[in-house]
């Protein structure tokens, strides 16, 4: 297997609709011939907040790389900081709103289940 490079800040950014920040895919087929797995780097800014999709057959990973926000889990909100992440299973969802200055930067990981 060979071994990719990825220079994140040469991918393509889009900016979303609806307040939900700034999405850049950094793994995936194309990029890197990724098959069994999907990322993300998100930003959200002044407010803005990531509705993590529920995905039935995989797993999510949510991991916050920079700034500060709150998760909403089962309709319960945490204050997260840098380091903090999360994990989606098959059935579970989560919001991320950034809080604070400092725009928050998130790395979403999706990894399909196999059957």
Known sequence: ???TLIHTAEC???KLDNNRG????IINNELCG???????????????CFDAELLPNTH???YLIEG????TLEEKDYEINKGAGVYL????TATISQKGE????LLHLIVPIKK
């Open 1 to 3: 297997m060979a071994t």
């Open 12 to 14: 393509i950014r889009t």
């Open 22 to 25: 700034d999405v850049a895919e």
């Open 34 to 48: 990724a098959e069994d797995v999907t990322s993300s780097l998100r930003w959200l800014k002044n407010g803005q």
């Open 60 to 62: 999510q990973l949510i």
């Open 68 to 71: 500060n926000g709150t998760i």
């Open 89 to 92: 299973g098959p059935r579970e």
């Open 102 to 105: 400092i725009p928050t930067k």
